[in-house]
Every structure is written in C-alpha cells, then in structure tokens.
T-cell receptor, first 116, second 113 residues
C-alpha cells in the first residue's frame, strides 16, 4: 500500500513564526503536491514537484515556499505565518507518467494548522 | 476557467437509505473523473475513476455515472451505512501538458441511525 505521511496532525503557531510542514511518501513517486483545503473552497494547489530539487507554483503559492531535497520528502514552508493561512494542509504523491497506477494521487492524513 | 461544481453541499440521510451526489464540470480537455471519499480528519481516498468512454462504474455500494456530453457525473450510494458519513469530492483531470486536477467543493454526507 502507498503510504503518505505528514509530520503533524495538528499544529498551532503564532503570527510571524516560520512553519515547516513535512511530507514523506514511501512509493518512490516522482510527483508530490501540497494543497490547502478550506470549507466551501475545496482543495487548492499550492506547489508541486516533478522531481528532486524541482518545484512549480500551483494556484495559490503566495506566502509559501517548498523544498524537495530528496525524492521521498516534500516540505512546505510558511516563511512568516499569518492568520489567513489557518487551514487544513494536504500532501499528495503520484507515480510518474506511464507508471502503474496511472495518475491517481495518494493523499496524506492532513495537517490542521491554526495561526493565532 | 476549469470548474467543478458539486451538489448538494451537505446531505443528511437515515441509515439504509440511498442517495445520489451530483458533479458538473467544465474542465477541458477532459481526461478522467474521480470520486474521492474523505473521512473527517483524514486525507481523501479514491473510490472510482471514470474515463471518457465509461458510463458507469461500481465499487461495492458506490456506483458512479458519467455523461461526457453534458459534463455531469453522479455518485450513488446504496443502502447507506453509518461509515459512509464523510465528504465526497469530485475531481476532474485535464488532458493538458500538466495533467492538472480541478477539485469540486465536496458534498458532506451524514448518515444517521
């Protein structure tokens, strides 16, 4: 079974703090994604990565950065957390093109971040 | 702009009853449509995937339909159980260079005893 794990289930941070959200997948997937999920807005893509050290902006990258130093790990960084970044953050991974399993994304359990 | 709209936003049904969730999309070019189930506090888990040529697909008590002409999909849940209480998310993949996903806002289903 594909396993995507996230470092924290719940996190409370203060405005202005630097926040790291870690995601690890164990299936050697090329692609990894960070989303945020807010009521009524669905999942919105923040950043994604096709390979180690590669990153691409999603739909809402402002206020975030990412790091992918190793294939299995994709980190989301909030340089200076703000209250409007209070949200559920979901990490996902999927195989590369042509790999078995097609394009299904496998999601982690999510991190609920509260910024006060 | 690619969009996926789901209805209703929320639904309460009694255990044992059937229900149908709707998904309308404007994603183009279309690649596939997937229904996810997301339990509270968990990440989404795939239920079914449908490509352009498929009209219906079942996964146990879940049956998804797709009408690619009208760009509509539905998820029918038969003989609901308490464990079906969750959010159901419709996700459409575009067949463009990035193969990106467009997510619906989800339908929150509550099954009561």
């Amino acid at each position: 079974d594909v396993k995507v794990t996230q470092s924290s289930r719940y996190l409370v941070k203060r405005t202005g703090e630097k926040v790291f959200l870690e995601c690890v997948q164990d299936m050697d997937h090329e692609n990894m994604f960070w989303y945020r999920q807010d009521p009524g807005l669905g999942l919105r893509l923040i950043y994604f990565s096709y390979d180690v050290k590669m990153k691409e902006k999603g739909d809402i990258p402002e206020g975030y950065s990412v790091s992918r130093e190793k294939k299995e790990r994709f980190s989301l960084i909030l340089e200076s957390a703000s209250t409007n970044q209070t949200s559920m953050y979901l990490c996902a991974s999927r195989p590369g093109q042509g790999a078995p399993g097609g394009y299904e994304q496998y999601f982690g359990p999510g991190t609920r971040l509260t910024v006060t | 702009k690619n969009q996926v709209e789901q209805s209703p936003q929320s639904l309460i049904i009694l255990e044992g009853k059937n229900c149908t969730l709707q998904c309308n999309y404007t994603v183009s070019p279309f690649s596939n449509l997937r229904w996810y189930k997301q339990d509270t506090g968990r990440g989404p888990v795939s239920l079914t995937i449908m490509t352009f040529s498929e009209n219906t697909k079942s996964n146990g008590r879940y049956t998804a339909t797709l009408d690619a002409d009208t760009k509509q999909s539905s998820l029918h849940i038969t003989a609901s159980q308490l464990s079906d209480s969750a959010s159901y998310i419709c996700v459409v993949r575009s067949n463009n260079a990035g193969n990106m996903l467009t997510f619906g806002g989800g339908t929150r289903l509550m099954v009561k005893p």
